[in-house]
C-alpha cells in the first residue's frame, strides 16, 4: 500500500512539473536599438515572414539616435482585411514600447509576427 501511495505521489509531482513546464513562453529579447552616427536620423529597412511565406513584409523604420519614431509598410502579400488590424495596431505598439515584444493581434498572429520580424531585422 505504500507503494502505491509513492507511486502515485510521484506520478503527480511529474504531472504538476509538465504542467509548469506548459506555461512558459518564449518572448524573444527586445532588440537594441543601433546608435545613429552623430544622433542623427536614420531610415533602415527590413523584411519578414507573415502569413504569406511567398511574399515578404518589407518596412522601413525611421530612427532618431537610438527611438524609432515612425514605420511604414513598403509591401506585403497578406490577406487583405484580416490582417489591417496588425498593420495598423503593431507599428503603433512597437512606436510606444520602443520594443518589438509587442502582443500580437488576435487573428492576425503570422502577420503581426512578421511586422515584428520585419523590425527586429531593420534595427540589427
Do not use: W
Not at 37 to 42: A, L
Not at 58 to 75: A, H, K, Q, S, Y
Amino acid at each position: 500500500m505504500r507503494s502505491l501511495k509513492a507511486v502515485i505521489l510521484l506520478t503527480g509531482i511529474i504531472l504538476l512539473a509538465f504542467s509548469f513546464a506548459g506555461c512558459a513562453q518564449d518572448q524573444p529579447a527586445p532588440p537594441p536599438a543601433p546608435p545613429a552616427e552623430n544622433g542623427g536620423t536614420q531610415v533602415l529597412q527590413g523584411e519578414g515572414i507573415g502569413y504569406n511565406p511567398d511574399v515578404p513584409i518589407r518596412v522601413e523604420v525611421t530612427m532618431d539616435g537610438n527611438v524609432i519614431t515612425d514605420i511604414t509598410v513598403l509591401e506585403h502579400g497578406e490577406t487583405e482585411g484580416l490582417s489591417d488590424p496588425a498593420f495598423e495596431q503593431i507599428p503603433a505598439a512597437i512606436i510606444e514600447a520602443q520594443s518589438t515584444n509587442v502582443d500580437a493581434v488576435s487573428g492576425a498572429t503570422d502577420t503581426s509576427e512578421g511586422i515584428m520580424q520585419a523590425v527586429e531585422d531593420a534595427i540589427n
